[in-house]
């Protein structure tokens, strides 16, 4: 019996399918990641954005394609937020996003005919060298665009002791924290700072995920700066450098703040790698507005922005307000991210020349590919195993030409 899960949207999702998979493979059933032929399809889908929407729903078709007859299970937040629109002929049972333990447990006593008692996730199998591993899940804070407070539910962290039990089981040699809101982790009971200080005895290279300003303080980054392979990229969500759009968007900082954590980050690390997401095109986005979000791309000195044109999410604060025209979004979305490209060309630019350890994981026939503690990708010539000094030599696909000790 083969089963396929496939994942959209994002990391904490994607953490999920892999616990999923494993409780698969405990019970002998062969699994993959991939869309392709198979008896059974699990679908964990996303509802980040209308598009996301559309394409968690097209995946009962894609599968069908493969084999009309499979059985099809879906979960996730696209499902959690419209179940009707999945309970199609042909799927089985559709869950959420909270609860992917209780879905899993479904899916099994499904599969086999009998209630298989309670599933719970083990370790994930590690994404080639990186592994995920999830510290929280939900989100309180309702910025007005966002619909996942509303699907994941409120803030619930993982005990300290649970994270670093798993962190020392895992055997990839980096290690990505991961969660909805990363910055809310562990409030109440020493927060992320608590969870970084647990980290020092690591010689793991620990990343995070998404962080959003509150999670900078001098506590955290000196927390950080205790772990002896901290990989100081930090994802600080932006959003816009307007104030008036941040209030709009209940972001609760201004662009100054913003900018001074940044300067905090560079003070603590001064080779850090700060990326952001933007959104162009916020209902009420004036063109000051966003003339604001275009200049703090190279303000703030980022390694890379992921822009995104806003798209409406029904059941959201935002969704009630005056959207603006499709052509205004577009144009400032190609210009946020033809100013990003340059942001990260000047960042690239400014390595050249120097060394960095990096941790090796494709190799595509003629060239070795891995990353940088500040995710530049490096290729070098050759096959190389493990992890290396390399020196950045020019710019090179989407990364850097590199030569290995
Ligand atoms: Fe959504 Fe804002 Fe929470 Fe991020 S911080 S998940 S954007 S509500």
């Known amino acids: 019996m083969k089963a396929v899960v496939f994942t959209l949207g994002c990391k904490v999702n994607e953490v999920e399918s892999a616990a999923i998979m494993s409780a698969l493979e405990e019970r002998g059933i062969e699994v993959s990641d991939k869309l392709s032929p198979a008896d059974i399809y699990i679908l964990n889908t996303c509802a980040v954005t209308a598009e996301a929407e559309r394409k968690s729903r097209q995946l009962i078709s894609r599968a069908r394609k493969f084999n009309p007859a499979a059985s099809v299970y879906v979960c996730g937040c696209a499902s959690e937020k419209n179940a009707a629109q999945f309970s199609l002929a042909g799927v089985k049972y559709v869950g959420g996003a909270r609860d992917k333990e209780q879905f899993a447990r479904h899916v099994i006593s499904d599969i086999f005919g009998a209630d298989c008692g309670d599933v719970t996730f083990g370790l994930p199998k590690a994404v080639r060298t990186r592994a995920f591993v999830k510290i929280e899940d939900g989100c309180d804070n309702f910025c007005s665009y966002c619909v996942i407070p509303y699907l994941r539910g409120r803030v619930t962290s993982r005990p300290i002791a649970s994270v670093i039990d798993e962190i020392s089981r895992i055997s990839s040699p980096e290690v990505v924290l991961t969660g909805i809101n990363v910055s809310a982790y562990g409030k109440g009971e020493g927060g992320l700072p608590a969870l970084m200080r647990a980290l020092s005895f690591t010689d793991k290279r620990i990343r995070l995920s998404s962080l959003e300003c509150s999670a900078i303080t001098d506590e955290f980054l000196s927390a950080c700066a205790r772990i002896p392979n901290f990989a100081p990229h930090f994802h600080l969500s932006l959003q816009s450098g307007s ?121 595509d026939g003629e060239y070795t590919s891995g990353y940088t503690p500040g995710y530049i990708r490096v290729y070098c010539k050759g096959e190389i195993k493990g992890e290396a000094q390399v020196a950045l030599l020019d710019k090179f696909r989407d990364g850097a030409l590199g030569s290995a000790e």
Do not use: W
């Open 243 to 363: 104030d008036s759009v941040l209030r709009a968007m209940n972001r609760h900082y201004t662009r100054a703040q913003y900018l001074e954590k940044c300067a905090m980050i560079y003070a603590a690390f001064p080779d850090a790698a700060i990326t952001t997401d933007i959104i162009a095109g916020f209902c009420g986005e004036s063109e000051v507005d966003f003339a604001d979000s275009l200049s703090i791309i190279g303000e703030a000195g980022f390694s890379r922005v992921h822009a995104f044109a806003f798209s409406p999410r029904e059941g959201t604060k935002a969704f009630s307000l005056p959207d603006i025209p499709p052509d205004v979004k577009k144009r400032r979305l190609h210009a946020l991210l033809q100013a990003g490209k340059e942001a990260a060309d000047r960042y690239l630019q400014a390595r050249l020349g120097k060394k960095y350890p990096v941790i090796f994981e494709d190799f």
